[in-house]
């Protein structure tokens, strides 16, 4: 389940917020700090581009708050724009020109895994690894999909695309994980992809 | 033969909503395969351990930041201010295709699905050293016609401007050198770096023009 969806914020605090309420606004900001971060970070992995994406979203949210009308959680609303911004930069040229080098990536994995205990923080440094090796594009609609359950033409109306191609680049990546983690020797290689069965 | 990644993807999918399992016979065959009930299983506990990554702390003291960046209200003053931003990247996207003579940099750099060519690939269609000089020339001009720089700034792209500022600035220097005999094979490279640093400077800066007029 998403973690925007997880956060909660008093309703009291929104319609503060929606007032102009400098300090509800700081409210929401700690309450979608972290949900906004990791959106970014997960699709974009870079910090520095992560922290715009959320300083962006944040400024956004609170120029926009006042047209909220709560017909979704505000955590759904903020993650929508978070989710647009980060797409943003993913087409921007100046995300090429300040894409880090894998060093980096690297060091993002291993610092998320020195947090974690045992096994289960190898595994996820491991995960971030092979989702750091994905396509932007596919890394982010993977990202949207499966962790924070958007649909297919969801994903698509975001990206100016398709539903097909949300759904051909949800079934690359996966492949493409798949020959990662077989050759890290994390499933058996024997499985067969066909279309037909 | 076995289930594709793409039917197994669909059917864990289906799973997880009420009253459907998905394709009778896609399910039929995964309940009898042995294997494809493991990737099926594969994909179900990935999709988990995804969810499950430990969360990454945000840098702290980005609230101030947030909190004094100026209100940009659609409704205010700032909207002609806007449009005049827009108008004025339009003359420039204009002014580069004019001047870059059927290779506007700007194309590239509006480019907005990733089919930007690195600026060494332009550039090697100019070894000549008077095609690099002159391709500067007419960089410099197009930086000079780009908006000014916006109130707030991002850090990262900050950065990246000054980077690429620092390194212009050290190439202008020993090219202006009097004393400096350069080889023409050094000074062609030199100016080719110069020509690189200088493409991408109007890259970054275009982009965070083309954001700050949003």
């Known amino acids: 389940m998403s973690t925007f969806l997880q956060a909660s914020i008093d309703p009291a605090i929104v319609s503060r917020a929606r007032r102009g309420d400098l300090k509800a606004h700081e409210l929401v900001y700690r309450a979608y700090a972290k949900p906004v971060y990791n959106l970014a970070i997960r699709i974009l992995r870079d910090p520095h581009q992560a922290e715009e994406v959320m300083q962006d979203t944040f400024i956004e949210v609170i120029r926009k708050i006042g047209s909220y009308r709560g017909d979704a959680p505000l955590g759904a609303w903020i993650r929508r724009i978070a989710a647009n911004k980060a797409l943003m930069v993913l087409r921007s040229a100046w995300h090429r020109l300040a894409t880090p080098l894998d060093a980096e990536h690297e060091s993002m994995a291993e610092d998320r895994g020195a947090a974690g205990e045992g096994m289960r923080a190898v595994e996820s440094a491991e995960l971030e690894r092979q989702l750091a090796q994905l396509a932007p594009v596919t890394r982010a609609v993977i990202w949207l999909y499966d962790v924070e359950g958007y649909t297919h033409q969801e994903i698509a109306t975001m990206m100016g695309k398709t539903a097909s191609f949300s759904k051909s680049q949800l079934s690359r990546g996966h492949q493409k994980l798949r020959r990662m983690m077989a050759a890290a020797g994390e499933v058996q290689t024997c499985m067969q992809v066909s279309n037909s069965y | ?214």
């Not at chain 2, 690939?121 to 007419?138: P, T, Y």
Request: glycine share 8%.
């Open chain 2, 1 to 214: 033969m076995h289930a594709s990644i793409e039917q197994l993807l669909e059917l864990r999918d289906a799973q997880g909503q009420d009253g459907h399992t998905g394709d009778p016979e896609l399910r039929a065959h995964v309940d009898g395969c042995g294997a494809c009930r493991a990737e099926l299983s594969r994909l179900d506990n990935l999709r988990e351990a995804m969810r499950s990554l430990p969360e990454i702390e945000p840098p702290a003291g980005r609230w101030q930041a947030i909190a004094q960046a100026p209100s940009k209200s659609a409704s205010s003053w700032r909207q002609p201010l806007a449009w005049g931003i827009a108008a004025s990247l339009l003359v420039v996207v204009w002014l580069a295709g004019n001047l870059s003579g059927g290779d506007a940099i700007e194309n590239r750099v509006a480019a907005p699905t990733g089919d930007v060519a690195p600026a060494s690939v332009a550039v090697k269609r100019d070894n000549d050293l008077d095609a690099l000089i002159d391709r500067s020339r007419r960089l410099g001009m197009l930086l000079q016609s780009l908006p000014g720089r916006p109130e707030v700034v991002r850090a990262g792209t900050d950065n990246t401007i000054a980077s690429l500022e620092n390194s212009l600035a050290l190439v202008n220097y020993t090219l202006s050198q009097p004393d400096t005999a350069l080889a023409s094979g050094e000074a062609r490279e030199l100016w080719r770096s110069k020509v690189n640093l200088m493409d991408s400077l109007v890259k970054v800066r275009y982009t965070e023009a083309s954001f700050a007029s949003l």
